[in-house]
């Protein structure tokens, strides 16, 4: 539990104005310093006084600035070691924990999918991956009477609602651009291999 006071609040505020990297914080600080402001209210309305209200008046505002100060210091950390390639929460309280986690989230997301390709998977650290095989498994929304020719110069449909097809990435997304077609799991896919095996299968016919 972090030891919570006016004077407190003020030190944390003076070393985030003055420096450009975030000073670190116990985890507990924000819920300690909830809870301190709680109690400045109740012994207001136990016993008001002028000062006291000043106290918490002030308190209230050096904790919104601290706030504001840590917020942006926050994002600008996830971006600087998503680039460096070293995700760290050290140092941070656990709300500003969860802001950091979700920011770097969020970059690398955006990072990949500018990139063409897929975020690597949790635990990996945090960097890109390579798509499988550079293709995409939709299911078509609406029926597509005649073949087109994409954007690679491949020709592909017609196609009809409800269909699932397994398309090149690009021309995938597009038709999911146009609402023409959703994208699927790759999960989703292999239930639907399976069930279209066995049903062959049953057929007497074999698969390849």
Aim: charged share 30%.
């Amino acid at each position: 539990m972090a030891e919570i006071s006016f004077d407190e609040l003020r030190k944390v505020q003076l070393l985030e104005k003055k420096s450009a990297s975030l000073a670190p914080l116990p985890e507990t600080f924000f819920a300690d310093c909830r809870d301190w402001m709680a109690r400045q209210e109740e012994s207001l309305k136990n016993g008001f006084s002028l000062e006291g209200a000043r106290v918490r008046d002030n308190a209230s505002r050096v904790l919104e600035e601290i706030v504001s100060l840590r917020q942006q210091k926050i994002l600008l950390k996830a971006l600087r070691d998503i680039r460096a390639g070293e995700v760290s929460s050290d140092g941070l309280a656990q709300e500003e924990k969860q802001l950091y986690t979700a920011a770097v989230k969020l970059l690398k997301e955006f990072e990949c999918s500018l990139a063409g390709r897929a975020v690597a998977p949790e635990g990996s650290g945090v960097n890109c991956e390579p798509l499988p095989d550079g293709f995409l498994s939709v299911r078509i929304l609406a029926d597509i009477p005649e073949a087109f020719v994409g954007s690679d110069g491949k020709e592909y449909g017609p196609y009809s609602a409800s269909q699932v097809v397994r398309l090149a990435r690009d021309q995938a997304l597009s038709l999911v651009r146009r609402k023409v077609a959703e994208e699927i799991s790759e999960a989703e896919t292999a239930k639907m291999d399976e069930r279209e095996r066995v049903a062959l299968l049953a057929r007497g016919e074999t698969t390849h």
